[in-house]
C-alpha cells in the first residue's frame, strides 16, 4: 500500500490558474458514506473531504466542502498517478464514479488500467454531499428540468409558469452560493483536490459536459495536466442553450440507427420493414399517446414521456445494448400491452434537488438566454415542425429566462499548451454531436490534441461502445503511449456491448 506523502506548503501556480493559494493538506481517507446511487459502498473504495474557497477572488468569504473518493491502484509497482473522473451533467454526482470504471475496465480486459491508476471521483460543488443545494423543486417542477416538453399543440404556457417559479426558487434557497456554483469555479476545485492527493500532475477522464469542465482546467492549469481524455465532447461555442438546440437534429440521425435496426427485424417487432415504415409507426405511437395518455410495461406514459424515453436512454446507448428494450416498448404500446414492471424511482428526489440545482445554475448563469416567453413559443412551433421526434424540448423555455444573476464570463480556452488531449467521439452521438467534438478542438487547438471517432451512434465510447480500435488506444494512452494519431475507428464485428453502470447512469 503507497502512502501519499503530502507537503504541507503553499503550493504556488503560475499562470493565470492562480487566484488563491492551494494549501496542501494531508486527506483523511475513510470509509465511505452511504449515498442514495452507492447504498452500500466497498471498503475499498475510500473517501475524503476537501474544503475549498467558496469564492476562489474573496477567499474569506466561506468555503464548501468537496466529497472526494478514491479506488487505490491494484498494483502499486505499476501505479503511474492519479484519474480524476466526471461524467458531466453539468452536476452529475461522483463519488461511486471509480466503481463504474472499475466495472468497465474488468468487462473490457483492461487490467493494466486498474494497476496504474488511483481512480478518483468527487461529487461536484453544489451536488449530493458536496455542500448540496436545492430549488426547492416540488411537484411538477421535480421533472427532469432540463428537458421540459411543451404541450402536444405546442403551448408552452405551463412552463412559462414553472420555469419562473423555479428561477425564484433558485434564488430563494440557494441565492448566496448559487452564482459561485460555475464550471471555472469546479476546475479550481478539482486542482485543490490535485493538491490533497499530492500529485504534481493528474490525468483526467470527462464524458460529455464533462469534458468542458476537462478543458477549462488545461486552460487555467496546464503544467499540472498528465494525460486528459475528454469523451463525447460539447460544443465551447453554443453553450448552453445551444447544447440543447442541437438535440434536435442530432437525435434526427441517431433514431435513423434505430429505424435501419428495427427494421431488419420486422418479423420480431412488427414496427415496419423499412426505416421509413419504422419511423411512421413511432410518429402514430406519438400521436396516439399524445391524444390520450395509457398503461406501457414501464409505466403510464404520454407522447411526451414516450419522446423522452426514446431520445435519451432509447438512443444514448450502443445499438443493441437499448434498442431490444425500446423495440419491445413500441411493440407493446401498438398492440395495447399494459402489463407494468416496475415502479418510478420516487425516492430519488433528494439527489436530484441538488443535482438539478446545479444544471440550473451552470446553464443559466454561464450563457445568455432569450428573456422574450414569446420568442420561446415561436422557436417552439418552429423545432416541431421541423424535428417532430423531440416535440419542440430543445427550443423550449428555460429557468435561465428569469435568472436574476448576469452570466459570468467563461475562461477563454487556450489553444496551446502540452500536446496531451485526446477527443473521442461517437460519429451519431444524439446528446453532443459529431460536430461540437471538431469545435472544441478547434478551440483547444490542433497541435495540442487528436481525436478518434468510432462509427456508431450511442452517447460515451471509452469502454461503452465495443470498438477495440478505440479502447485499446485511449486505455494505452492513459497509461504511458504516445497521443495517438487521428484515428476513425469501426465497431467490432460480432461483439456485443457489455452491461455498464455509466450507462445506466
Known amino acids: 500500500m503507497r502512502t501519499l506523502l503530502i507537503s504541507t506548503a503553499i503550493a504556488l501556480t503560475l499562470t493565470a490558474g492562480s487566484l488563491v493559494p492551494a494549501t496542501a493538506a494531508t486527506p483523511d481517507w475513510s470509509a465511505c458514506p452511504a449515498t442514495e446511487t452507492m447504498p452500500e459502498p466497498p471498503e475499498r473504495l475510500q473517501c475524503t473531504m476537501v474544503t475549498v474557497p467558496l469564492d476562489y477572488k474573496h477567499p474569506d468569504a466561506g468555503t464548501l466542502q468537496i466529497a472526494v473518493s478514491r479506488l487505490k491502484a491494484t498494483d502499486p509497482a505499476k501505479r503511474r498517478g492519479a484519474l480524476l473522473l466526471n461524467f458531466g451533467g453539468p452536476g452529475v454526482w461522483g463519488l461511486d464514479a471509480p466503481l463504474d470504471i472499475e466495472h468497465d475496465a474488468q468487462a473490457n480486459n483492461q487490467a493494466a488500467l486498474l494497476a496504474g491508476?488511483?481512480?478518483?471521483?468527487?461529487?461536484?460543488?453544489?451536488?449530493?454531499?458536496?455542500?448540496?443545494?436545492?430549488?426547492?423543486?416540488?411537484?411538477?417542477?421535480t421533472d427532469d428540468v432540463a428537458v421540459m416538453y411543451p404541450e402536444p399543440n405546442g403551448d408552452i404556457s405551463a412552463d412559462i409558469r414553472i420555469s419562473r417559479e423555479i428561477a425564484a426558487q433558485c434564488e430563494k434557497y440557494s441565492g448566496k452560493v448559487i452564482p459561485h456554483i460555475t464550471t471555472e469555479n469546479t476546475a479550481r476545485d478539482m486542482d485543490r483536490i490535485r493538491v490533497a492527493l499530492g500529485e504534481q500532475k493528474i490525468s483526467y477522464y470527462g464524458a460529455s459536459a464533462g469534458t468542458y469542465l476537462g478543458a477549462v482546467y488545461s486552460t487555467l492549469f496546464p503544467q499540472h495536466t498528465d494525460r486528459f481524455v475528454l469523451d463525447s465532447v460539447v460544443d465551447p461555442n453554443i453553450l448552453w442553450r445551444g447544447t440543447q438546440l442541437a438535440w434536435e437534429k442530432s437525435t434526427e440521425v441517431r433514431f435513423a440507427d434505430f429505424g435501419k435496426w428495427a427494421a431488419a427485424r420486422n418479423t420480431t417487432y412488427g414496427l415496419g420493414a423499412t426505416p421509413a415504415a419504422v419511423r411512421a409507426t413511432y410518429l402514430g405511437l406519438l400521436k396516439k399517446l399524445d391524444a390520450q395518455p395509457a398503461e406501457t410495461p414501464e409505466g403510464p406514459m404520454n407522447g411526451n414521456t414516450l419522446r423522452e424515453r426514446t431520445r435519451g436512454p432509447g438512443l444514448y446507448g450502443y445499438d443493441s445494448k437499448r434498442f431490444p428494450a425500446l423495440a419491445e416498448l413500441y411493440k407493446a404500446i401498438k398492440n395495447g400491452v399494459t402489463t407494468q414492471k416496475r415502479a418510478a424511482a420516487a425516492d430519488e428526489i433528494s439527489l436530484y434537488q441538488s443535482f438539478n440545482a446545479v444544471l440550473i445554475s451552470i446553464m443559466c448563469g454561464e450563457s445568455t438566454w432569450p428573456k422574450s416567453p414569446a420568442y420561446y413559443q415561436a422557436d417552439v412551433k418552429r423545432s416541431m415542425k421541423l424535428y417532430p421526434l423531440t416535440g419542440g424540448m430543445p427550443a423550449n423555455i428555460f429557468p435561465c429566462s428569469f435568472w436574476p444573476n448576469k452570466p459570468v464570463t467563461r475562461v477563454p480556452l487556450a489553444n496551446h499548451g502540452p500536446e496531451n488531449i485526446l477527443l473521442l467521439q461517437n460519429l451519431r452521438d444524439p446528446a453532443t454531436p459529431y460536430q461540437g467534438a471538431l469545435a472544441m478542438r478547434r478551440a483547444l487547438g490542433w497541435d495540442r490534441t487528436k481525436m478518434i471517432t468510432v462509427d456508431a451512434g450511442g452517447h460515451g465510447s471509452w469502454l461503452l461502445t465495443p470498438s477495440s480500435c478505440s479502447n485499446d488506444a485511449t486505455s494505452n494512452f492513459l497509461l504511458g503511449a504516445d497521443l495517438p494519431a487521428d484515428t476513425r475507428c469501426s465497431v467490432d464485428a460480432g461483439v456485443a456491448p457489455r452491461t455498464s453502470l455509466r450507462a445506466a447512469r
Open 117 to 141: 491508476y488511483d481512480l478518483i471521483g468527487f461529487d461536484p460543488r453544489g451536488v449530493q454531499l458536496s455542500s448540496p443545494i436545492t430549488c426547492g423543486l416540488e411537484g411538477e417542477q
